[in-house]
């Protein structure tokens, strides 16, 4: 097996060319001709999600975040990122991230979210093509108070804690949503008449909402780091007799923690 044939399977589901302008999804160490004997899945690629990869005998990495994601000036080991590119090198292993093209991919990131709540009648939040666009939204089984719909999601995401703009008085039936930083679409969810609209990095001004809307912040992590299965089942469906030797382990470690 090789890194392209990952690659290609990956980018089936998720086409590269769907990336905005300011990303770097794709290859970002390695070789398209470099042979694989096994493929470790992980959020963000950190030097421990390397060497764990090293330790179990996979010599490719696929994650969601972009190791190299702004241009890098200097790599240091001192520096996560540096560390982490220095090991990958060293190691001889390839690492691919799938970022905003599984963001706005049918069945990607925020399509995996509606599915972890149970939503009906599911749809692009703000379409660029047929079923391609970031962020959905959809309708609850049937209406909920808003303090049961929060419950709900931190139960989805698996989250101690959300904030949340002031509960709305009335019952909660159709919710909008976009994985990671995605307070960018809270306008697009008051004109798709959600009432609430979850995403992650929602900062101070953004929960200054309008009456009978609500936001909820779910954290980045928790909402995005679905989308790692997701991609692992993707390879796994295409590779069957690929998959003894594909590492089970999907490496997924939130920076943030709650105290």
């Known amino acids: 097996m090789k890194v392209r044939e990952i690659i290609a399977a990956i980018e089936e589901f998720a086409p590269a060319a769907l990336q905005e302008e300011y990303d770097n999804t794709g290859l970002q160490i390695g070789s398209p001709e470099q042979e694989v004997h096994g493929v470790l899945f992980g959020f963000d690629c950190t030097e421990a999600l390397v060497k764990e990869a090293l330790d179990r005998g996979c010599d490719m990495i696929v994650t969601h975040h972009p190791l190299i994601y702004h241009p890098l000036r200097n790599i240091y080991p001192s520096d996560p990122t540096g560390a982490a590119v220095i090991a990958a090198i060293k190691g001889g292993v390839a690492v691919y991230a799938s970022h905003t093209a599984a963001d706005k991919t049918p069945d990607g ?26 962020g959905v939204v959809g309708d609850l089984p049937q209406a909920v108070p808003a303090a049961e719909a929060v419950a709900l999601v931190k139960k989805a995401f698996g989250t101690p804690v959300v904030r949340t703009s002031p509960l709305i008085k009335e019952p909660v039936r159709t919710l909008a949503m976009c994985g990671g930083s995605g307070t960018s679409l809270i306008s697009k969810a008051i004109e798709a008449g959600a009432q609430m609209y979850i995403c992650g990095d929602i900062s ?3 929960f200054f909402v309008p009456e009978g809307f609500m936001v909820v912040d779910t954290g980045h992590f928790e909402s995005e780091v679905e989308i790692v299965r997701v991609l692992l089942s993707v390879i796994r469906k295409k590779f069957p007799n690929f998959v003894s030797l594909m590492s089970d382990c999907i490496g997924t470690a939130n920076p943030v923690n709650y105290l």
């Open 109 to 134: 990131v925020s399509w995996t979210m509606a599915r972890k709540l149970g939503l009906e009648n599911v749809r692009v939040l703000a379409p660029e093509g047929s079923g391609i666009g970031f």
């Open 204 to 206: 101070y001004h953004w």
